[in-house]
């Protein structure tokens, strides 16, 4: 059976940086009752604290983070990158662990988001572009959705080799 990533906010867990959690979700409680879900929160997993302080990504994006031309920082500029690398890497563990080919992450996280992010100003607004554990699943080849592409993902689940 397919395995399936997903960000363990998404799962009703307090871990956001702000001590919330979102859901909960149909297609998400359907998976997890078959078996499929590994959750994770990269930002937990990597060593941070729960609530912690909002990061952000100036002038890059998870890319550039995991290439070392970008970091993750605080809004006092406290450097988080390690954590977040750390934390992707564990993912990618998961992935390897598991043989996941998709993903599901939360969207707009510095971590987790696939399509969108925060500009590093914390000023709200968002830019396209992918967090740091995004990036790294992406490039290892994985499928990665987020909480507004549940449709999506279960097509792409559908479409997977048995
Ligand atoms: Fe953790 Fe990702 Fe959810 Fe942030 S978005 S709380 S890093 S699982």
Same mark, same amino acid.
């Given at each position: 059976?397919?395995?399936?990533l997903?960000?363990?906010?998404?799962l009703?867990?307090?871990?956001r940086?702000?001590?919330? #959690?979102?859901? *909960?979700f149909?297609q998400? $409680?359907?998976? %997890?009752?078959e078996g499929?879900? &590994?959750?994770?929160?990269?930002e937990?997993?990597g060593?941070?604290?729960?609530p912690?302080?909002? #990061?952000e990504? *100036?002038?890059?994006?998870? $890319?550039?983070? %995991?290439?070392?031309?970008?970091? &993750?920082?605080?809004?006092?500029?406290?450097?988080v990158?390690?954590?977040?690398?750390?934390g992707?890497?564990l993912a990618?563990e998961?992935?390897?662990?598991?043989g996941?080919?998709i993903?599901v992450?939360?969207a707009n996280?510095p971590?987790?988001?696939?399509l969108?992010?925060?500009?590093?100003?914390?000023?709200?607004v968002?830019v396209?572009?992918e967090?740091?554990?995004?990036?790294?699943?992406?490039?290892?080849?994985?499928q990665v959705?987020s909480?507004?592409?549940?449709?999506e993902?279960?097509?792409?689940?559908?479409?997977?080799?048995?």
């Amino acid at each position: 059976m397919h395995k399936i990533l997903v960000s363990r906010c998404l799962l009703g867990h307090r871990v956001r940086y702000d001590g919330g #959690a979102s859901g *909960p979700f149909d297609q998400l $409680a359907v998976w %997890l009752a078959e078996g499929r879900v &590994v959750g994770l929160c990269p930002e937990v997993a990597g060593g941070l604290p729960t609530p912690r302080p909002a #990061a952000e990504i *100036p002038g890059g994006q998870g $890319a550039e983070v %995991l290439d070392g031309q970008a970091r &993750v920082l605080t809004e006092t500029g406290e450097d988080v990158s390690p954590e977040f690398l750390h934390g992707a890497h564990l993912a990618l563990e998961q992935v390897r662990l598991h043989g996941i080919r998709i993903a599901v992450l939360k969207a707009n996280s510095p971590s987790c988001g696939n399509l969108l992010t925060y500009d590093g100003t914390f000023s709200g607004v968002k830019v396209a572009g992918e967090g740091v554990t995004a990036a790294l699943l992406k490039r290892h080849g994985v499928q990665v959705f987020s909480e507004l592409e549940l449709a999506e993902a279960a097509r792409a689940l559908a479409n997977l080799p048995a």
